[in-house]
């Protein structure tokens, strides 16, 4: 079984300010874990995504995140946040053959001027 | 030429009414997906399709019924419409349903059951 756990439904940094959003995963395989964004009234897109190899993970608009086994984490990081930035982040968790991901509560991120 | 497109977006109905959204995706994916997000934007997975053939099926109303014709395509029925339904429902594709691929979404259909 799967599952995944974002700390904070919702974020709120400044503009230039870092972006920090947590998500700790249970898994009894290896995983693979994602980041997706979801703008206003669109759908879910993807941000990063680790599977094996490097841990620090670089994905689009300047987002990275670390796989942390020893503390089953997956957390985003943007060193300076963007008033574009603003939207609901979610986490999710996969493994070998799982043929699902499993979604996280999501994190709506605003970003004030 | 949109990867995953659904329709309609916006779906108004009266409870007790039966309702269908489509979804079709030509990235050339084998695995299709149906997801509902409520208005807390929780996301769970309703159905999967690979190939045509149904492998996930998660706790659903049986009044929700995936039909997939071909594996370009997957629609959604709903029966007797309840107004715990109101929600957005995403289709989503992936290229085998492995685990690792990334899940590309439509753009959403928002149903509304008064």
């Known amino acids: 079984a799967q599952s995944v756990t974002q700390l904070g439904s919702h974020v709120s940094v400044s503009e230039g300010a870092l972006v920090l959003l947590r998500c700790n995963y249970s898994?009894?395989?290896?995983?693979?874990l994602f980041w997706y964004v979801q703008y206003p009234n669109q759908g879910l897109q993807l941000l990063l995504k680790?599977?094996?190899?490097?841990?620090l993970v670089k994905g689009i608009n300047g987002f990275e995140a670390e796989f942390k086994k020893s503390e089953t984490s997956f957390h985003l990081t943007k060193p300076s946040a963007h008033m574009s930035d603003a939207a609901e982040y979610f986490c999710?968790?996969?493994?070998?053959?799982?043929?699902?991901?499993?979604f996280g509560d999501g994190t709506t991120l605003t970003v004030k001027p | 030429d949109t990867a995953v497109s659904q329709t309609p977006k916006y779906l108004v109905t009266q409870m007790g009414n039966d309702k269908s959204i489509k979804c079709e995706q030509n990235?050339?994916?084998?695995?299709m997906y149906w997801y509902k997000q409520d208005s807390k934007k929780f996301l769970k997975i309703m159905f999967s399709y690979n190939n045509k053939e149904l492998i996930i099926n998660e706790t659903v109303p049986n009044r929700f019924s995936p039909k997939s014709p071909d594996k370009a395509h997957l629609n959604l029925h709903i029966n007797s419409l309840e107004l715990g339904d109101s929600a957005v429902y995403f289709c989503a594709s992936s290229q085998e349903g492995t685990g690792e691929e990334t899940q590309y979404f439509g753009l959403g259909t928002r149903l509304l059951v008064l």
């Open positions: 680790y599977t094996t190899g490097a841990t």
């Open positions: 999710a968790v996969s493994g070998p053959n799982a043929g699902k991901s499993t």
């Open positions: 990235l050339g994916h084998d695995t």
């Open positions: 898994s009894s395989v290896p995983p693979y």
